[in-house]
């Protein structure tokens, strides 16, 4: 008993100057880890993030025209050319300045052929736009020079009518203004038949706003009213095939537009074209088009 006992004494001792001895030498041969020294870097200065671009907002609309005989009119919004901005300038879509020396390249000399050539687009346009002419959206308009307005009215052959207010809605009389002749003349009732329900609200305008302050003092015409500019149906059918040849143009569905952008430029004949800048998405995105009458254009040909 005394012998077995002595033996796993022996053996616990054994055991754990064992352990000590591997614990020792484990230290001995584990790697010293050097510890980096703390470096304090200078603090760099900080720089303002660069300057994003001025994103691209929804054009606010004009203001609207009174809203007359909605069942029949639908808005031709225009907006008087205001002063831009040097910032305006610069954020002003560069695809029509550069592509209009490569257009006036193919411009016309000849008047007569310069005439033919006019013509013969539009002919192609309006047949190939034959049957969508009215499923356009809005047509927003620049004037840039209000001293060329009665020229284009009279070159598109816009009738210049102003109506009365009848418990609130539009009536007689009628004051028909002939620009021509700078006249007018006063109707009970007005035939609308010859023209679109696209109409141009001449309220805006200084010139018409005198004719029609002249016209009511001339027959004593107390109601209150309003200009307007009706557009003939087959001027109509000119501004449409615009509007859909550039949202084609824009690569855009006709159902994802809610506007098209424009202005009118002289023809160097004359007469005026219709050119659009721009055309505006229901998501708000404004995609610049390359209008194809800007080669028929004078700007075109400086």
Sequence with gaps: MKVRWIICVLIALAIHIVWLN????????????????????????????????????????????VKTQPQRFRPNLENRETEKTPEQEENKPQETKLHRKELAKTAPTQKADFKEEIAAYRRQLLAEFKEQWQKVPDLNTTIRDLALLPKIDRHFGVKILAYSFVDSKPGPPFVVFNMDHNTSRKVDSFDFSSFSNRIKDRMLYTQYRKKLQRARQEYRIDSLMKVIGLVPIETDHYFAAKQLRAIRLAEARLDQVSATNGHYEPDGSGGFNLIIDTVLTTSGRTIPVQDEELRFSVVAKK
């Design 22 to 65: 591997q614990s020792s030498l484990t230290k001995k041969l584990k790697p010293k880890v050097a510890v980096p020294s703390v470096i304090v870097a200078e603090a760099e200065p900080v720089l303002p993030p660069p300057a994003r671009p001025t994103p691209q907002t929804k054009p606010q609309p004009p203001e609207n025209p």
